[in-house]
């Protein structure tokens, strides 16, 4: 069974940092792009970063840009999330995603996890 597993949410203060896990099991996810959404109250799911197969060149949107860093260890088959940073409009869901595709878009990721929860408050 494929599965893609997110960890290491939680509550953080404002300006802390958060490590976020994406394990695959299942399948080897190293032959996939792998990219992390977050979906906030009310809001659409939007895509934060991405990275392909050789871990070259992630992607970040401005909104995230300077404060979180995307990186994957193929032989953990994990991807990780480091954010730093952390404000309060970052509250949401996190998901990680594997496309078989080149792509960080929403609708070419072929698994998703069920998400783990960041709240940022004080």
């Known amino acids: 069974q494929f599965e893609l597993v997110e960890s290491g949410g939680g509550l953080v203060q404002p300006g802390g940092s958060l490590r976020l896990s994406c394990a695959a099991s299942?399948?080897?996810?190293?032959?996939?792009?792998v990219s992390w959404f977050r979906q906030a109250p009310g809001k659409e799911r939007e895509g934060i970063s991405c990275?392909?197969?050789?871990?070259?060149?992630?992607k970040y949107a401005d909104s995230v840009k300077g404060r979180f860093t995307i990186s994957r260890v193929n032989h953990e088959n994990t991807v990780y999330l480091q954010m730093n940073s952390l404000k309060p409009e970052d509250t949401a869901v996190y998901y990680c995603?594997?496309?078989?595709?080149?792509?960080?878009?929403?609708?070419?990721?072929?698994?998703w996890g069920k998400g783990t929860l960041v709240t940022v408050s004080s």
């Open positions: 995603a594997a496309s078989s595709s080149p792509t960080c878009e929403r609708d070419g990721m072929n698994y």
């Open positions: 990275i392909g197969t050789r871990g070259r060149s992630p």
């Open positions: 299942g399948f080897t996810l190293a032959y996939y792009h």
